[in-house]
RNA sequence: GGCCCCAUGGUCAAGAGGUUAAGACACGGCCCUUUCACGGCUGUAACAGGGGUUCGAAUCCCCUUGGGGUCACCA
């Protein structure tokens, strides 16, 4: 009987979601529905020094607003609990010494001084530094001596010298490493915490994780982990090494250089469908050509063969192009929910219907923070250049558009009904009757309207939004300047 | 630098010995049209280079080149 598939995403808590972390996060959650197995959450908190406060709220908000939902967690228990593993500190001592009795580690008492100055010698001499097992000649009394008086003490791995170690990845394929490539590892650090190499094995183990998916980063320590599991003769679990996600540039994002998270992608104004959408297409790809994929389109489609091997550079445009088709293909009250606290912000005029201006926003934004600077003609007629009542292919003068504007102020200021139905009729029926293009009498118009070469929607529909009493105002105000001018 | 991995248009990518080498973004053109968008149509653009294997290589092998990763008491 095969056992259920068990995934984890095992973040540590920086208050920073990389987008690269996301997208493991996600194929991670893939990786189990698509097999109807388990999503778990740990923390992984085991470096005390690099604690940030409300991090792991950043973690839970953001699998939440992506709609990945852990089967178990932290927040939300589970039988494997605790999932935080500050909390399990005390579970991996234990394992550090039986490793030491069986030979498979060692206790270390080197001090950072000692360490660094290595380093140094080496880095002097151009070499690649390992630790030189200095401590693993320590006799059986010296150990017991040094820890009796409570010097502080590492348990390092002990890793063969000879021969080579390979294990199998599902993305990779066979992957071959020299064992004398690799350092006898920190398993537990001098403060009793255990490393992140160390923990993880462990918690994988426990947790009872079958699919071990993570970024291609950690394919050459690997190795490493799998001689633990050997050590403690576990079962290894399935490696899914996912390729990185790089900058347009090919150098790696990273939180230092104000690379966007997650969070900074919503304040953007991108929504967490559209990146989710596409992120999951970094690295991997459906067997049909469709590119819209909901989560659960996503969680059906998804399949571990169809992950590619090479990084992937992070485009902003294609994720653009993602969030304005969310955008366009959303009803118009999502869309005016979504967009009201920008234009809320924005449109200062009260007489404003912002339900109107959404509908003319809708097909027009591709980001939401796009949406303020397109409606501020809306708040007042600002003082504007006369030459943009002159367009070539409208074929307009200012001669034509102050006669057209005219035309339309008369035929305007008789209308009662102001709605966008009868200001069509009669402003279409005036350029007939005048034998005008169409153009030629709502290129002025709308021009006249906003005071903006361009707009979203036409002369109609910034009359029905204006109004009837600001509309006939700065209609008399185009009349009048261009008057002046001619 | 050692070791590991990768290599199809500017970008994401399909392709798993025989294809006119898909599709999408971006870019250009045309159409629609009351500006701008939306929508529709369309165009430019790729197998890094060199050797093999084969009747035949984008597909398999080797080398070169390029890119990335990794070498912490970080995760």
């Given at each position: ?224 982990y799998n001689l633990l599991y050997q050590a403690f003769g576990w079962d290894i679990p399935v490696y899914i090494h996912l ?45 049909s050509n469709q590119e819209m994929f909901t989560l659960e389109e996503l969680e059906k489609a998804f399949d571990i063969t ?124 005036l350029a007939a009757k005048l034998e005008i293009k169409n153009g030629q009498m709502l290129w002025p118009v709308r021009t ?39």
């Amino acid at each position: 009987m095969k056992r259920q598939v068990r995934t984890r995403f095992a973040p540590s808590p920086t208050g920073y979601m990389h987008i690269g972390n996301l997208r493991t996060a996600l194929y991670e959650y893939l990786v189990a529905k698509s097999m109807g197995g388990k999503f778990i959450l740990r923390i992984e908190d085991t470096d005390q020094e690099r604690l940030v406060e409300g991090a792991t709220d950043v973690i839970y908000n953001t699998l939440k607003l992506c709609g990945m939902h852990h089967d178990e967690g932290p927040d939300i228990g589970g039988p494997y609990a605790p999932y935080v593993q500050s909390e399990r500190k005390d579970t991996y001592k234990p394992f550090a010494e039986e490793l030491v009795e069986k030979g498979h580690a060692y206790y270390c008492f080197c001090t950072k001084e000692r360490l660094d100055q290595l380093r140094t010698e080496c880095e002097a001499k151009n070499e690649t530094f390992m630790y030189d097992r200095h401590c693993l000649s320590l006799s059986k009394a010296e150990i017991e001596e040094k820890l009796k008086s409570g010097v502080p003490y590492v348990i390092r791995q002990k890793m063969p010298r000879e021969g080579v170690t390979s294990f199998e990845d599902a993305v990779y394929g066979t992957i071959t490493i020299q064992n004398n490539m690799l350092e006898d590892q920190i398993l537990l650090k001098s403060d009793g915490l255990p490393t992140y190499n160390f923990a993880n094995v462990i918690d994988d183990h426990l947790m009872d994780i079958t699919h071990v998916v993570r970024g291609s980063e950690y394919l050459s320590s690997t190795p490493k982990y799998n001689l633990l599991y050997q050590a403690f003769g576990w079962d290894i679990p399935v490696y899914i090494h996912l390729p990185l996600i790089i900058k347009p540039d090919g150098s790696k994002i990273s939180k230092r250089k104000g690379d966007a998270g997650f969070e900074d992608l919503l304040k953007m104004g991108y929504l967490p469908e559209a990146i989710i959408n596409y992120i999951a297409l970094l690295g991997w790809s459906p067997d049909s050509n469709q590119e819209m994929f909901t989560l659960e389109e996503l969680e059906k489609a998804f399949d571990i063969t169809s992950i590619s091997k090479s990084p992937a550079a992070f485009d902003i445009d294609k994720l653009k192009w993602f969030n304005a088709q969310y955008i366009r293909n959303m009803g118009p009250e999502e869309f005016h929910d979504l967009a009201l606290p920008y234009l809320s912000e924005a449109v200062t005029n009260r007489n404003i219907d912002l339900k109107k201006v959404s509908k003319i926003l809708q097909a027009r934004t591709e980001v939401l923070t796009e949406i303020p600077s397109k409606v501020g003609f809306l708040n007042e007629l600002c003082h504007y250049d006369l030459s943009i009542y002159v367009h070539k292919k409208m074929k307009t003068t200012l001669e034509i558009a102050l006669s057209s504007l005219k035309a339309a102020l008369s035929v305007l200021e008789e209308t009662s009904e102001w709605t966008e139905e009868i200001l069509h009729d009669k402003l279409i029926n005036l350029a007939a009757k005048l034998e005008i293009k169409n153009g030629q009498m709502l290129w002025p118009v709308r021009t006249a309207l906003s005071g903006w070469a361009v707009t979203p929607g036409g002369a109609i529909e910034l009359a029905d939004i204006l109004g009837k009493d600001e509309s006939v105002r700065r209609i008399k105000i185009g009349i009048e300047r261009l008057e002046e001018s001619l």
